[in-house]
């Protein structure tokens, strides 16, 4: 496929290898290689499937290249008689122009299309830009200045260049055991999607330029953390808007004191991931009994104090090279996983505040719907909207503290989150704790959060993801433990799902209303729209016109996995659609279940699902 298309990693555009032309986002590229290059079947769906879905600039709409910028290597050169002679078409001036108009945000499609003046705010953005350079583009950027170097600079460099070679170790270390890694596992790895593998296994690129370009995507966001860990946590937050876990501050600490040591072997281990003093021990006890190791394995085959030819490094490098393996795999898995945590944390310190709560909106769909078991005296279990919620919360809170601030505190507690993420839907397994000055916690219990990611356009800030459903445990009192979590199947969870399925797969809609908790309903998105919630009336009128007017349609479960705690479970179902045997769309369900009478009650269902 690189032979035929290629992403430039600088422009963020694409360019046909065929005709040495850029190629325009969107439909645009199946357009050109079908009707220009005449290319079909799994080829052409890997382009589409693959570059259809990345953020892209259009060739149109930008200076390519730039301003005294030199020639694209991969583009034809036309109207000028070298590729030496400076671009004279300025490109400047729109730029300028843009700004006057409408800030820094008009600098480019792609700055606008990434909408970094509503992420960042006033924060400076070139100074986000200029720290997200690496030594490469800053040498180019810089290369007709002459200007000699300071120590401070120089020593930078030096350890940035020591992190771009530890982080090329890791690259050949790991692909050094791909050909260990069975083909299946390696086209499941490949795909772009959860539902199905791809045709082709995932593997290195055939051409070296290619696997420079990715390795450089590595090293930039490295070097970014390794200066937003020398200015400090808060002002990296305050100047660049980067927020870290715990997780990966720590082992940011690990790297920047093994570049510091000028690789002279560390005795300090940050107690997280990178191993510094645990390296011995985990040879004798690994955590899983399993002796596979499984977090980060060593080639320890090779040469004392040498590096061989199958990516295999020294004891010098280890710590090093192993903290730097351990963030960027840490970084990959927790990004997403972040989000939805910030959003569910920030939901519950939302009620610390002083009432009225009118900006809920920033954490829950104002129509999503909450489920919570009060005692009798209070009116038993209740289904409401966030937007009814916050308004009775507010109420009832506003009244108690009327004579006084009552300290009212509200915050995650054990178990600690289990988060689930795919695509455009979510879903967070958590404890939580109520408490108030004088009285101290007074309640605490588990609850499931269904999140959607929204629609970057509607929002003010920089986190799509809003829940979209809550359903919490029956709530206990301080001397009450929270039950354990079970996991697995828990089949008897997971029937009633199951025969909701039935019945709609046999239009039995009588048989529904059984298996829903009365007054509940869903939430449910297609294809990356907004979400809609219906209440159970609605979605089972909803399934019987689509039962009418579309074919018929079969529901195949895959791997589901399930929690239980005391009257409250969940299954989170990645599922595909079929028609007489041809996927047509695939999707995740998150259905929860209250134990009621006995009897285990689907108390909210949400969807996301996406046609193929």
């Known amino acids: 496929m690189e032979d035929i298309i290629q992403l430039n990693q600088h422009y963020q555009i694409l360019i046909c290898r065929l005709c040495q032309a850029a190629v325009r986002p969107g439909s645009s590229i199946e357009s050109h290689f079908r009707r220009q290059h005449q290319l079909k079947g799994q080829v052409l769906k890997d382009i589409i499937d693959y570059y259809g879905a990345l953020e892209l600039a259009d060739p149109k709409c930008i200076a390519v290249p730039e301003d005294n910028g030199s020639a ?4 034809a050169v036309s109207g000028h008689s070298t590729t030496e002679e400076p671009w004279t078409k300025s490109a ?3 730029v300028i122009a843009g700004d006057l108009e409408e800030d820094i945000d008009r600098d480019s499609p792609w700055v606008k299309r990434l909408g970094w003046v509503r992420r960042f705010g006033s924060r400076d953005l070139i100074s986000i830009h200029d720290a997200a350079q690496w030594l490469r583009a800053r040498a180019a950027i810089g290369r007709g200045v002459i200007k000699q170097e300071d120590e401070e600079a120089a020593r930078e460099r030096l350890l940035l260049s020591r992190l771009g070679e530890s982080f090329d170790r890791e690259v ?20 772009i999607t959860s539902m199905t593998p791809s045709g082709v296994p995932f593997g290195r690129k055939g051409k070296e330029e290619s696997m420079t370009q990715y390795r450089s995507v590595g090293q930039r966001y490295l070097s970014f953390c390794w200066k937003a860990y020398r200015i400090g946590r808060e002002e990296a937050l305050q100047r660049w808007a980067v927020r870290f876990t715990d997780e990966q501050w720590s082992l940011l600490h690990d790297i920047a004191e093994e570049l510091e040591r000028d690789r002279v072997p560390s005795s300090h281990d940050s107690g997280f991931f990178s191993g510094r003093e645990r390296q011995a021990k985990d040879q004798d006890e690994d955590e899983d ?7 980060y394995q060593d080639d320890n085959d090779s040469d004392e104090g040498e590096q061989g030819d199958e990516g295999m490094t020294s004891p010098l490098q280890d710590a090093l090279d192993r903290a730097v393996f351990q963030m960027s795999s840490l970084s990959q898995l927790n990004a997403e996983h972040a989000q939805v945590s910030d959003i569910v944390r920030g939901f519950h310190e939302y009620f610390s505040s002083p009432p009225p709560f009118k900006e809920g909106e920033r954490f829950a769909l104002p129509h999503g719907l909450i489920t919570v078991p009060f005692p009798p005296e209070m009116g038993g279990l209740k289904t ?7 308004e009775r919360v507010s109420g009832l809170l506003a009244k108690q503290q009327e004579s006084g601030p009552t300290g009212f505190k509200h915050q995650l507690a054990e178990p600690r989150a289990d988060v689930w993420v795919s695509q455009n839907i979510a879903a967070v397994f958590v404890g939580w704790s109520a408490s108030m000055d004088g009285r101290g916690e007074f309640i605490h219990t588990v609850h499931l959060c269904t999140l959607h990611r929204q629609s970057d356009d509607i929002l003010s800030d920089g986190n799509p993801w809003r829940i979209s459903a809550l359903v919490d445990v029956k709530h206990l009192s301080p001397e009450q433990p929270v039950p354990s979590v079970e996991t697995g199947p828990v ?29 509940a309903g869903a939430t449910m998105s297609k294809d990356g729209h907004a979400p809609e919630t219906f209440m159970w009336p609605e979605l089972i009128e909803r399934l019987k016109q689509q039962a009418q007017n579309e074919p018929t349609i079969e529901k195949r479960l895959l791997d589901c996995e399930a929690r239980r705690c005391s009257d409250l479970g969940f299954v989170w179902a990645p599922f595909v659609l079929q028609v007489d045997g041809i996927e047509i769309a695939h999707g995740v369900n998150v259905c929860s279940f209250r134990l009621e009478g006995g009897r285990w009650l689907i108390s909210s269902l949400c969807e996301t699902r996406y046609t193929k």
Do not use: H, N
Request: proline share 6%; charged share 30%.
């Open 92 to 94: 400047i001036d729109k």
């Open 384 to 390: 409401e909207s966030f937007d009814d919620m916050y």
């Open 72 to 75: 694209i290597e991969e583009l």
């Open 289 to 295: 009994g399993d002796g596979d190791g499984d977090d």
């Open 491 to 519: 089949s008897e969870i997971i029937a009633p799902f199951q025969d909701f399925l039935k019945s709609i797969k046999a239009q039995d809609w009588e048989a529904i209303p059984a298996l829903l908790l009365p007054g």
């Open 172 to 191: 050949e270390r790991c692909c050094w055991r791909l050909d260990a890694v069975p083909t299946e596992t390696l086209q499941w790895l490949a795909s």
